[in-house]
């Protein structure tokens, strides 16, 4: 984790000028990275319309902190699996886990980007973690239109970062390792119905998922 703090004035019209530049194909960047799958964009759930929410699926039962993971996922609108690739990238599900940034617990949340959610200690529990963790990346799906590459960019490196370098992966070498890391997870943790097996997409050069088995 590098950095993710962003005043919350700031947040708010930097989103604006994202929604503005999104509205217009004219302006908007290509990026070799993005999902061009089932999840191209990343659409966010509305928990009240998805059956049994809190119910863990097999293929995610046995994954530490499974029940917990669900609901927040859920709560946030996000699929549990994109939930669990980032906190295997993150923290490999240590909750302790620091970094050097101050970045803490399984999603390895700041203290400050905790504090936009009402948390005022995101290592006080798993629970708080996850809750301020998973609505700050439903935040960052609604800012970058549900491409999930920058979304994962911006978690990493900060969204005003990746505002800056033109709605880009910044050059970060972290952040150009994070982003395909947790792509990569995401692919492995998600069910094989959910991806066709005739998709091919290359996120990083030498680096392909989704591949045909």
Known sequence: MIHRTFPGLAFLLAFWV?????????VTPASP?????VSDPYRLVDPAKVESAAKVPAHLADRPFADLIQVAARNAG??????????????????????????????????????????RDPAKSVRENLKAGTLYLRDL???????LD????????????????????????????????VLAKYSEIRPPAAVPAETKVEYLPGTRLNLPK
């Open 78 to 119: 996000l699929e549990p699996e994109l939930v669990h690739a980032v906190i295997a990238v993150e923290s490999g599900y240590q909750v302790d886990a620091k970094s050097e940034k101050g970045a803490i617990g399984l999603m390895q949340v700041l203290p400050e980007t905790a504090q936009r959610y009402g948390i």
């Open 150 to 181: 920058l979304v994962l960019a911006a978690y990493n490196a900060g969204e005003k970062v990746v505002l800056r370098y033109g709605m880009k992966i910044p050059p970060y070498p972290e952040t150009q390792r994070y982003v395909p890391a």
């Open 141 to 147: 799906m609604q800012m970058f239109n549900g491409q």
């Open 18 to 26: 994202t929604v503005a530049i999104a509205a217009d194909p004219s």
């Open 33 to 37: 990275y993005r999902l061009r799958s």
